[in-house]
T-cell receptor
Framework: EAGVAQSPRYKIIEKRQSVAFWCNPISGHATLYWYQQILGQGPKLLIQFQNNGVVDDSQLPKDRFSAERLKGVDSTLKIQPAKLEDSAVYLC????????????FGNGTRLTVT | AQKVTQAQTEISVVEKEDVTLDCVYETRDTTYYLFWYKQPPSGELVFLIRRNSFDEQNEISGRYSWNFQKSTSSFNFTITASQVVDSAVYFCALSEMRRGQFYFGTGTSLTVIP
């Protein structure tokens, strides 16, 4: 079974620039998550999709972050414009969607904003 | 309020020693699931174990064992005869049935010294 695929693996941008991350979940997984993990901290949920609908985006900074999951499969997360404090690893995860379903994570995208 | 608390930020043990990672959670749900994840230096979060709120039987799986106690809201994880490859950050997580959300603790960084 192929795992969760994310790209790019690393990205360095200057503040006020824009950036986009891509995620392809495990086939058949209805639920997709984007997490932000700042160095030394646990993952923080940004947005959760169930198929192509948003379940929870309460912690997404909507003035600069946006995400979509067209056709209920792949997803993109965009930051525009980026700030220094956005430097983090952005993790995509997917699951079958039940409460007992473990999340399966991709390798993440390490973003550095200078 | 923090849903999942991992009070130990860093632990160092000598190879072959046993080590226990503590996790305390908070929820009002009667149905929930608890998880442990491992994040090696490569960065990918790897699912280790899962427990549901109705099953307090403690188990052993290879060198891993866990102690789930609802009375103290704790879900501790033990690695027996630690190895250098166990060096990683370990995250405890809670999944609530009512809200369908996944909450992660802040992680415990384990270093196994050869």
């Amino acid at each position: 079974e192929a795992g969760v695929a994310q790209s790019p693996r690393y990205k360095i941008i200057e503040k006020r620039q824009s950036v986009a991350f891509w995620c392809n979940p495990i086939s058949g997984h209805a639920t997709l998550y984007w997490y932000q993990q700042i160095l030394g901290q646990g993952p923080k949920l940004l947005i959760q999709f169930q198929n192509n609908g948003v379940v929870d985006d309460s912690q997404l900074p909507k003035d600069r972050f946006s995400a979509e999951r067209l056709k209920g499969v792949d997803s993109t997360l965009k930051i525009q414009p980026a700030k220094l404090e956005d430097s983090a690893v952005y993790l995509c995860a997917s699951s079958l969607g039940q409460t007992n379903s473990p999340l399966h994570f991709g390798n993440g995208t390490r973003l550095t904003v200078t | 309020a923090q849903k999942v608390t991992q009070a130990q930020t860093e632990i160092s043990v000598v190879e072959k020693e046993d080590v226990t990672l503590d996790c305390v959670y908070e929820t009002r749900d009667t149905t929930y699931y608890l998880f442990w994840y491992k994040q090696p230096p490569s960065g990918e979060l790897v699912f280790l174990i899962r427990r549901n709120s109705f099953d307090e039987q403690n188990e052993i799986s290879g060198r891993y064992s866990w102690n789930f106690q609802k009375s103290t809201s704790s879900f501790n994880f033990t690695i027996t005869a630690s190895q250098v490859v166990d060096s990683a950050v370990y995250f405890c997580a809670l999944s609530e049935m009512r809200r369908g959300q996944f909450y992660f603790g802040t992680g415990t960084s384990l270093t196994v010294i050869p």
